[in-house]
């Protein structure tokens, strides 16, 4: 089998390149990969995030029946809003509808005078005592 005979049978066999290859660009050497990471495919994938978010109330804020945290647009201090409580509209419709429903109990009506809840809400500084809003029930 190692005749000539044998080897002219078959045409010599080409070495065709690569489909597409680049010979290597010297401007560009290639750079070793940092020791100090791991390859891309190899870095664990984070299973989760934590987001803080930090909220300040601005001299916009909404004022509710419960202390907002703010900076006081008087004084410049971060504070919490101190609340006080004042009979506003929603209490005396409230005490008006149980008079006018149980005239015979006239006592009962005052009931909503003591609840705070019903209560209109004011908000004030505790540094310099300026009013930051007033939060309305009606």
Not at 8 to 23: H, M
Not at 96 to 106: G, N, R, S
Request: charged share 10%.
């Amino acid at each position: 089998m190692a005749d000539g005979k044998d080897a002219a049978a078959y045409p010599p066999q080409q070495q065709n390149p690569p489909p597409y290859s680049q010979p290597p660009n010297a401007a560009c050497p290639q750079q070793p990969p940092n020791p100090g990471y791991p390859p891309a495919a190899q870095q664990p994938m984070p299973t989760h995030q934590t987001v803080v978010v930090t909220t300040v109330s601005s001299p916009g804020a909404t004022f509710r029946d419960t202390p907002v945290m703010m900076q006081c647009p008087n004084c410049q201090n971060q504070i919490t809003s101190c609340c006080s409580y004042e009979n506003g509209m929603l209490v005396w419709i409230i005490v008006l509808v149980i008079a006018l429903v149980f005239q015979l109990w006239l006592g009962c009506c005052l009931i909503p005078l003591c609840i705070d809840s019903l209560k209109d809400v004011r908000h004030t500084c505790p540094v310099c005592k300026f009013q930051l809003g007033l939060y309305k029930r009606l």
